[in-house]
């Protein structure tokens, strides 16, 4: 059973970065899929980014393409979501996801989930 701890939120201006980390632990926990949704006020929560096991595979939502890049350091135990070219639209509570091995990597359906933090963009 994995659990998992973000970090790195916090209140920037559009057009600035942020640093998300989430760290893993639980057995096996280097073997799974893992990534990011966010949920924004009043919104249902939505799939931002995944990262495969091996960091081999990597899959974004549209809305994020090309700004967010996920990343998991050499243990494979902590995942970074790394968040350029912020919009206010981006504000939300982000929460790190993982599940185990197998199934297609854009299919992410998540079995364990952190806490979420919190992410504004003002304008």
């Known amino acids: 059973q994995g659990q998992l701890v973000e970090s790195g939120g916090g209140l920037v201006q559009a057009g600035g970065s942020l640093r998300l980390s989430c760290a893993a632990s639980g057995r096996s926990v280097s073997t799974y899929y893992m990534g990011w949704f966010r949920q924004a006020p009043g919104k249902e929560r939505e799939f931002v980014a995944v990262?495969?096991?091996?960091?081999?595979?990597?899959y974004y939502a549209d809305s994020v393409k090309g700004r967010f890049t996920i990343s998991r350091d050499s243990a494979k135990i902590t995942v970074y979501l790394q968040m350029n070219s912020l919009k206010p639209e981006d504000t939300a509570v982000y929460y790190c996801?993982?599940?185990?091995?197998?199934?297609?990597?854009?299919?992410?359906?998540?079995?364990?989930w952190g806490q979420g933090t919190q992410v504004t963009v003002s304008s």
């Open positions: 990262i495969r096991w091996d960091g081999g595979a990597t």
């Open positions: 996801a993982a599940r185990p091995p197998g199934g297609s990597i854009v299919d992410f359906r998540p079995n364990y």
